[in-house]
């Protein structure tokens, strides 16, 4: 079923830091949660109540345009526009032109122009376009949340403990290094999970790609378009449609990543990590402190200059565990092992909370000492 509220960090992953917590309306009940730090203060809040946004990956009708490139977002549209018209008791068809639409072919094939069609019965009657249009355009499709559930909320917690296990229990690459052999699969198995994470956030700007098509190719183009239309007197709404345009190409980006092999940011990526990339697992030590994560808890850090050279891919699994991505000599199954002691902790956190958009998630109330 399809739910309203659509989390952008999974709760699976944010089990990981549950604790027992207390929150400020009732601060002698204690129960199953994480700490939450944001930008009104900490409190104790459940795993359900945080890291959501209603309706976050449902493609509304008004994003239809990306059907060309997304046949399986098409199909579902045109199920439930067949569905509405024939499955009931006064079959409505529709005509365009000189186009009779009564099967899903016709629908397929005419769905662009669904808005300058007419409508009828059976009978011959003419139907009442403008219902029928408000329920077409308040058409939904749910397959990326579903995708979502199907290729990580149900396999994260194996991915996780599975990566976790290789490389505790791998083979030395070589005499007195810290670099242990898995089985590639894992190791690719862990890295699909962190691109997914990143490219599933709200955040997600395809390292800068998708803020440098907005704001220096199609606020410009699409503001004074508006301009003109408007005589200068509003230019809002141009940069209204831009921002539906930049999420119908998130979500074709989401599907590509999904339902296709190749082509898109995604795959692109996954494709050059591969053959550039090594991880590093960071275990913190026993008392030196523990990893917080945060509401864009798979993040890219780069700096022009960076003396201790750390930039790369951050990815904190739980209050034990990090995973560091960046630049390697070695194939992407030989993962660098090491432990992290108070200060290396410390520099993720600070990484982790500089890179997060609204709030930083620990199992701890007060996360200064982990800073």
Known sequence: MPTRRQHFVPRVYIKAWETEVTNKNEPNKKFQGVYYHGMNGS????????????HLYTIGF???????????????????????LRKKEN???????????????????????????????????????????????????????????DFLEKNWERTYKDFVSAVHYG???????????????????????FFIMLCRNPSFDAMGIYSSIKNNVLYPVFNDMFRDITAGNNNTDGQDLVDELMKGMWYAELYRMFYKKTGGFYHNVIEKSLERLQMTLFEAYDGAGDFITSDNPAFEHKLIVETDNNNGFVFPLSPKYLIFIARGNEEINVVDYRFANTDTIRHFNRLIALHKTEAVISNQADISRLL
Request: with cysteine; hydrophobic share 35%.
């Open 62 to 84: 008004k994003h239809s345009f990306i059907c060309k490139s997304c046949p399986k977002v098409k199909s579902d549209f045109v199920g439930m526009i067949y569905n509405y």
């Open 171 to 193: 083979r030395p690459f070589a005499l007195e290094s810290g670099e242990r052999v898995i089985p590639t699969e894992i190791a690719e198995n862990m890295l699909s999970a």
């Open 91 to 149: 079959p409505v068809y529709g005509k365009y032109e000189h186009s009779v639409i009564k099967t899903k072919r016709s629908i397929e094939k005419h769905l662009f122009q669904i808005q300058d069609w007419q409508f009828f019965y059976d009978n011959g009657n003419v139907a009442r376009k403008a219902s029928i249009l408000n329920y077409v355009n308040d058409l939904n499709s749910y397959i990326l949340e579903s995708a979502f559930d």
């Open 43 to 54: 409190d104790g809040k459940t795993k359900e109540s945080i890291l959501w946004k209603p």
